[in-house]
């Protein structure tokens, strides 16, 4: 047993004495890492050098010459130039102002249909637990409950998927395709709730919550991105 | 070597035997199923409020049972807020989230109690036998090393035992308290787990038979044991402070030296667990030796 207790003394004193040097070390290259990070880098001339050198250094600005004395000198020299470009810096801000009020309008666009989407996810599972713990259905009710949402849900995929054809062909639903619409996306909600309605029984349904099977508890979220597309 | 090591296995399987033919055994492996159970449905009741909550807002009906948002809320990344302090890095993060919602809670609470547990557990293991002075007959037929490691070997067995038996009320109140858990899933990734928690206690058990060599008093050796491993942390929190910052060295030398500093080593996919596993295993023995030049001479 001797050996057994010796052996792992030694591991142990071996890990602790052993891994002084390669921490130290870690350390040392972590400090000079941070202070290579942590140092501004020296200023580089080598480009203003080269192109003195290609350029000739009359058309360049002197060394000590600022970038505002420089830009003041030159709009001196061309009065018309210093026009265009005061023109031309006033739209780019404009431009960069608008594109910036759309991008967050996107996003945020972006994120509330993420939100709904999770949402509706959200609303779709915790329907489902509820009904599952309350009607307690068989396995066979169950398939044919899930069957009944899932039928009901590619009926309204469909229906999207059409109204978004419509719209892609670049014309607007009349009234009375826009109340078709609306009467088929109702009757196979209705057609789903007549079917759970029959799978259960009638101690069952008793049990239940109206919320539990409520048609619109079990939209599938992926109705989401048809809408998505349908607004683009 | 070979007749040490089989008297030290003889112990070791006696005294497993002991504890199962006294009940001893029983009482404490429920009462790790209980620990692990009760952290389990405690947080099962925070899941529910907060399903319920979330349910009220979205105007469905709400269940007596949790765990229905789950699958939705991980698809959602939504999970990864709960998780994240958990486990402290992203790729750590993306292997949590793989597993069944209890199992890192599972994990986490078995980190924080079974240190504690462990000393307990190790503080019985000589101090009854000594203060009743019967270890002087068992001493006749071995040595007082062989003894005393294959005690803690027993222990250790007993422990291991008890952490299975810990990862099974967790499981049962995944099965029973919530819905839709992928209950296959849940008792491997459980099982998984359970080397690792197995190991991380060791080194306390360690300490617990370190104390247990002190004195004959066994609620001695438990407080003694236990404010070990309570200084211990307090040790390893002023490493990890902006002290221990400004005294590398030290940390470099005590930091291997206390089992929380391989604790987060045993998290993460794979089988890279295992090295840290075996220094714990390592702290244990060394631990479990700590009074031995106290106990190697006693007058028994």
């Not at chain 1, 030159?74 to 759309?102: F, S």
């Not at chain 1, 909600?189 to 239940?208: C, I, K, N, P, S």
């Not at chain 2, 270890?135 to 071995?142: A, D, H, K």
């Not at chain 2, 040790?235 to 221990?244: A, V, Y």
């Amino acid at each position: 047993m001797k050996q057994v207790a010796i052996a792992a003394i030694a591991l142990v004193v071996g890990l602790v004495l052993g891994g002084l040097k390669p921490k130290a070390e870690l350390r040392e290259v972590q400090t000079e890492q941070a202070q290579l990070c942590a140092a501004p880098c020296p200023e580089s001339t080598v480009g203003r050098d080269l192109a003195q050198f290609f350029g000739g250094a009359r058309t360049m600005a002197p060394r000590d010459e600022s970038p505002r004395e420089q830009a003041d000198r030159l709009a001196e020299e061309n009065p018309e130039a210093a026009a265009i470009v005061a023109e031309l810096d006033a739209a780019e801000g404009q431009a960069v102002a608008d594109v910036g009020e759309a991008l967050r309008e996107v996003a945020e666009a972006g994120e509330e249909l993420e939100l709904a989407r999770a949402a509706l996810e959200l609303r779709r599972a915790q329907a489902r637990a509820a009904l599952v713990e309350q009607a307690d259905p068989d396995r066979d009710q169950l398939d044919s409950i899930d069957g009944a949402y899932s039928e009901m849900n590619e009926s309204l995929s469909s229906l999207a998927g059409e109204l978004g054809d419509l719209v892609a062909e670049g014309r607007e639903p009349t009234r009375r395709e826009a109340m078709s619409f609306a009467a088929d996306a109702l009757d196979a909600m209705l057609t789903a709730e007549e079917a759970v309605d029959g799978v259960l029984d009638a101690d069952q349904r008793a049990e239940l919550e109206d919320g539990a099977v409520n048609p619109f508890s079990h939209v599938d979220p992926a109705l989401v991105d048809l809408l998505i597309d349908l607004g683009q | 070597m070979l007749g040490s090591l089989r008297d030290a296995g003889l112990i070791a399987w006696f005294h497993l035997r002991r504890a199962l033919r006294t009940r001893s055994a029983v009482v404490l492996a429920l009462a790790n199923a209980l620990i692990a159970g009760g952290g389990a449905w405690f947080f099962t009741r925070v899941l529910l409020e907060l399903e319920r909550a979330a349910a009220r807002t979205l105007r469905v009906p709400e269940t007596k049972r949790p765990g229905a948002m789950l699958d939705t809320l991980r698809e959602q990344d939504q999970l990864s807020d709960i998780l994240r302090p958990l486990v402290g890095s992203d790729e750590l993060l993306e292997w949590a989230l793989q597993l069944p919602v209890l199992t890192p809670i599972h994990f986490w609470l078995a980190l924080g109690v079974m240190p504690f547990l462990a000393v307990a557990l190790g503080a019985e293991t000589v101090a009854p036998d000594v203060r009743d002075r019967s270890l002087r007959y068992e001493l006749v037929r071995t040595g007082r090393l062989e003894l005393l490691l294959g005690r803690f070997a027993g222990q250790a067995l007993l422990l291991g035992l008890a952490t299975v038996v810990a990862a099974g009320g967790t499981w049962l109140i995944s099965a029973t308290v919530m819905v839709q858990q992928p209950l296959l899933a849940q008792a491997a990734s459980l099982l998984g787990l359970t080397p690792r928690l197995w190991l991380w206690a060791l080194p306390f058990l360690g300490l617990g038979v370190a104390a247990s060599q002190l004195t004959g008093n066994v609620n001695v050796a438990r407080a003694l044991g236990l404010g070990a491993a309570l200084a211990s942390w307090i040790g390893f929190g002023i490493l990890q402070s902006p002290w221990g910052e400004e005294h590398p060295v030290l940390v470099d030398l005590v930091e291997p030296l206390l089992p929380q500093g391989w604790m987060m080593d045993l998290w993460g996919p794979g089988l890279g667990w295992w090295s840290s596993g075996l220094v714990l295993g390592a702290l244990g023995v060394v631990f479990a030796l700590l009074a031995w030049p106290v106990f190697g001479r006693r007058n028994l």
